[in-house]
């Protein structure tokens, strides 16, 4: 078996007491005696999202003679789903064959897992496959000028709003707030008039954080360190930490958020295009989609959410396989089918809006920017120190500044490590 990166063994005992005993997936290939090749893709999307996935691979199933792809849905975040795959190579078994990880991840897993050259793989043939892909979008998936995946799922920050909230509030749904500053006047109406909350900005991981720090001039890496801490962070920081104290922000957690704002409790959510489609079948024509607002005059920088598809095998068929799937992610036929999720298209100049209000997203790409891969064996583990000062600043439990400066000396002493 191929040797993977060791893991100390209080690693392996916290992932076994999570995850509890991990069900055993050979990466071997299986072949039927009709000589096709079965490989295992492993995702983290539930719900709606695991079914207009599942859609896919079953277009591609169907039309394929000689491969056929199993996907295996981990529900959770993408750390839950590489968490999951680190437990089943300390169990000693291979990893999937494919993993969808998170952009933000993806060095994270080569590093970890492996991953195959796509260059060699694909062979003559990958020059074309590449061309099939929009030219930003598949540098989401290279790795230290290598190219280890191609993009999946893409997404964007996007402010959902309830347009019936914001006519029993006397704004005008048809214009949505477009600054920073113009959110805080629409909430606090919104608080003065309705008996409704105002606002949640999304916080399952440093997503959403990321881009606003980003887009006011505070940048996640710098020159090989963490760089938000300086004062147009703080400023950040403050101005999220004060829409909890003036009672914008109710003090719920980012699951009870989403179902609030389904409800029709909460009036605006800062949060990814991705959840489109599940909300709109809740909400129906009361849920509109604009941009994330900017602040001010400045530039928006909106790091590219969703995840990518990285080749884990190590075997040629495995690997020869998984490129016949690749090629059928970079094609028309694919995307009409994984737009209905609420993602973007991944394809050159082909963007099959199966929803009218995923043109937020699309209006916004041209903002995208790489998701902070933090460099080192313990990526996964600055990404968790990020939300727990996020989460600590937010609360009220440290100052802005104090809770930036102690994030990024922490990572600062791990990345590279």
């Known amino acids: 078996m191929k040797k993977y990166r060791i893991l100390s063994l209080l690693t392996v005992l916290v992932i076994l007491f999570t995850f509890g005993p991990v ?9 039927s005696a009709t000589g096709v ?25 169907a039309t394929n003679e000689s491969v056929k792809i199993n996907a295996v849905s981990i529900p959770g975040q993408y750390a839950d789903l590489l968490s999951r795959a680190t ?16 952009y933000y991840l993806l060095e994270h897993t080569v590093n970890t897992f492996g ?48 347009a019936d909230i914001f006519v029993e509030a006397g704004l005008d749904p048809n214009s949505p707030p477009k600054t920073w500053e113009e959110v805080i006047e629409y909430a606090k109406i919104i608080k003065n008039k309705t008996n409704k909350k105002a606002l949640f900005i999304s916080t ?22 963490a760089s938000f801490a300086n004062d147009n962070g703080v400023e950040v920081m403050k101005m999220w ?29 800062g949060i990814s295009i991705m959840n489109l489609s599940a909300m709109s079948g809740t909400m129906g024509d009361a849920l509109m989609v604009a941009p994330m607002p900017s602040f001010g005059d400045k530039a928006k920088k909106q790091p590219a959410g969703g995840a990518g598809l990285i080749i884990t095998a190590t075997k040629a068929k495995q690997q020869a396989a998984a490129w016949e799937f690749f090629k059928f992610v970079g094609t028309k036929e694919a995307m009409d089918i994984w737009s209905k999720s609420g993602y973007v298209s991944v394809v050159a100049g082909y963007a099959p809006k199966s929803d009218p209000r995923q043109q937020a997203a699309y ?33 009220g439990n440290v100052s802005a500044q104090e809770g930036l400066r102690n994030a990024a000396n922490s990572i600062n002493s791990i990345i590279g490590n």
């Open 115 to 162: 991953g195959a050259d796509l260059a060699k793989v694909g062979g003559a043939e990958a020059a074309k496959v590449f061309s099939q892909f929009e030219p930003a979008l598949l540098g989401l998936g290279n790795v230290n000028g290598v190219q280890y995946g191609i993009p999946l799922a893409v997404s964007i920050q996007s402010l959902f709003y309830n």
């Open 204 to 225: 399952p991981d440093s997503w959403y954080m990321s881009a606003l720090l980003e887009s006011n001039g505070a940048p996640m890496l710098a020159n090989g360190k």
């Open 87 to 102: 437990a089943q190579v300390a169990a000693g078994e291979d990893p999937p064959a494919i993993i969808a990880p998170g």
């Open 241 to 269: 930490r004060q829409m909890y104290v003036d009672g914008l922000i109710p003090q719920i957690s980012y699951a009870e958020s989403q179902r609030a704002f389904q409800a029709g409790e909460i009036a605006m959510h």
């Open 23 to 31: 069900a055993v997936f050979a990466q071997g290939s299986a072949e």
């Open 37 to 61: 090749t079965e490989i295992e893709l492993w995702h983290r999307w539930s719900g709606a999202h695991q079914k207009i996935f599942q859609e896919m691979v079953d277009k591609f199933n």
């Open 363 to 395: 209006d916004q790409l041209g903002n995208a920017i790489s998701w902070t891969n933090w460099p080192g064996p313990r990526g996964l583990e600055a990404e968790g120190i990020i939300q727990e000062w996020r989460d600590r600043i937010l609360a």
